[in-house]
């Protein structure tokens, strides 16, 4: 799926985008999925277990930021989970056993679209190794006005930062002030049909959607077969058998690769649900705007 040059400048850089991947008939039921949801959200007064409403969202003017495990309640999602077009770019990348992690549909409306503050996705579930990576399909064409995702290039090679606040997981942190500077950071674009793909432990976050178009990713995030969750790493477990259900493709093991590489436990956890867009309103200082 990906020449050896992509793959050698995802290594080197810690992300990649491909124009292209996700064929249009693809994204026209994904898009029927979400007018499905959105339908669904107009109902609702608070989030449940299915859906996450925006801070600013009431019956009357529904506003829907995320559609959680979409891979548990759509066909279409978890058909597309399996195929080709997202397994077979993940195992050029991180070989050909692969876990599930978990599932997410990201939706950023035009005009108001939530924020994601700065993070390292290996912050939350940190694992015996970092073969873990996180695929993003665009829904929509991704341009800069409209929030689209941005990341430090090659921080997937150094620290896992301290995402804590006060001694509690916020789930964020402030890139200047831990050396990184602000010009380094690129944003992922393109157009509707691509997708991202990201390390781990890149450094990464995406500002409101302030643009008179919707901004929507699908993720998949997933890590190699024998990587296994650390204590303390918000990685569900429910013991092996569980575990193993979520296997994409190839073979499980119960022999987890040790690899040498810098860890943070995310405890303890703030009292909030458990959703990013909760655990980051423990900052004391954002570097994106909220909604109005």
């Known amino acids: 799926m990906l020449s050896p040059e992509q793959v050698t400048r995802y290594n080197d850089r810690g992300y990649l985008v491909v124009e292209n991947q996700i064929p249009p008939e693809w994204i026209t039921q994904l898009r029927d999925e979400i007018t499905r949801f959105e339908t ?8 449940n277990d299915r859906l996450d409403l925006e801070d600013t969202h009431t019956p009357a003017e529904p506003r829907l930021r995320r ?6 309640i759509s066909d279409v999602v978890r058909d597309l989970m399996v195929s080709d077009h997202i397994l077979g770019p993940a195992r050029d990348l991180i070989g050909p056993d692969l876990r599930l992690h978990t599932t997410k549909l990201n939706m950023k409306s035009a005009g108001y679209g939530a924020a994601v503050e700065w993070h390292q996705d290996y912050a939350f579930y940190p694992h ?9 399909v665009l829904i929509d064409d991704m341009a800069a ?11 997937h090679k150094g620290p896992v930062y301290d995402h804590h606040v006060d001694g509690v997981f916020a789930g964020a942190m402030l890139p200047e002030d831990n050396g990184l500077n602000p010009d380094d950071a690129v944003q992922l674009t393109g157009p509707a049909g691509s997708i991202s793909i990201h390390h781990g432990r890149i450094v990464h976050g ?13 993720f998949f995030e997933m890590m190699a077969a024998d ?11 429910d013991g092996i058998e569980d575990y193993d259900t979520r296997m994409l493709c190839g073979q499980p093991t ?16 703030p009292d909030v649900p458990i959703s990013i867009y909760e655990i980051q309103k423990g900052m004391k200082k954002r570097a994106f705007d909220t909604a109005k």
Do not use: C
């Open 206 to 218: 995406s500002a409101l959607n302030t643009s008179d178009r919707p901004r929507r990713i699908l």
């Open 227 to 237: 990587a296994f969750p650390i204590m303390g790493s918000m990685t569900r477990w």
């Open 145 to 155: 006005e409209n929030g689209p995702l941005m990341v430090y290039p090659e921080s």
């Open 40 to 47: 669904e959200a107009a109902g609702m007064t608070q989030s």
């Open 128 to 136: 015996t190794n970092d073969d873990i990576l996180a695929i993003g």
């Open 254 to 269: 119960k022999n987890p690769r040790l690899k040498n590489i810098p860890v943070r436990i995310p405890q303890p956890q």
């Open 67 to 72: 559609v959680k495990l979409p891979h548990m």
